[in-house]
């Protein structure tokens, strides 16, 4: 049963100069995973991070209808979009969100614009 739907839609251009920001700074926000991988290739850094940063966002959405209130930057912390050499997976630490694990369905995109995430929750 589907128990929440959240979409959020990211401009890029606002992560342009996200590249020159801090490890520390990066991390209230990213995982290290997900830090190392958007700083891999400079060129796409910006859109990697924005279309993470928009996971992380329609997960918070998701979540509305579910009465959790959670900060975004709780989300931040409990959600990372992992990439390995086939597709990406959304990480979720359920414990710290103090919430009983459910799947979480997700799909990403962009274009040189903007970052789409799209977060279905499922029990």
């Known amino acids: 049963m589907i128990k929440g739907i959240g979409i959020d839609v990211t401009e890029i251009e ?3 100069s996200w590249h020159t920001y801090s490890p520390t700074r990066l ?5 290290p995973e ?6 891999s290739v400079p060129k796409k ?11 992380k966002e329609a997960f918070f959405k998701a979540l509305a ?8 930057l709780k ?3 409990a959600v990372s ?23 979480a369905h997700f799909s990403l995109s962009h274009t040189r614009i ?10």
């Open 75 to 77: 989300i931040c912390r």
């Open 81 to 103: 979009v992992v990439t390995n050499d086939e597709f990406p997976r959304l990480s979720v630490d359920w414990a710290l969100l103090g919430i009983s694990p459910m799947k």
């Open 27 to 31: 991390k209230k926000i990213f995982s």
């Open 45 to 55: 850094s910006a859109e990697r991070f924005a279309v993470r940063f928009s996971a």
């Open 65 to 72: 209808p579910l009465n959790h209130r959670h900060s975004l």
């Open 14 to 16: 606002r992560f342009r």
């Open 114 to 123: 903007s970052a789409h995430a799209i977060v279905v929750l499922e029990i």
């Open 34 to 39: 997900e830090i190392t991988y958007c700083l």
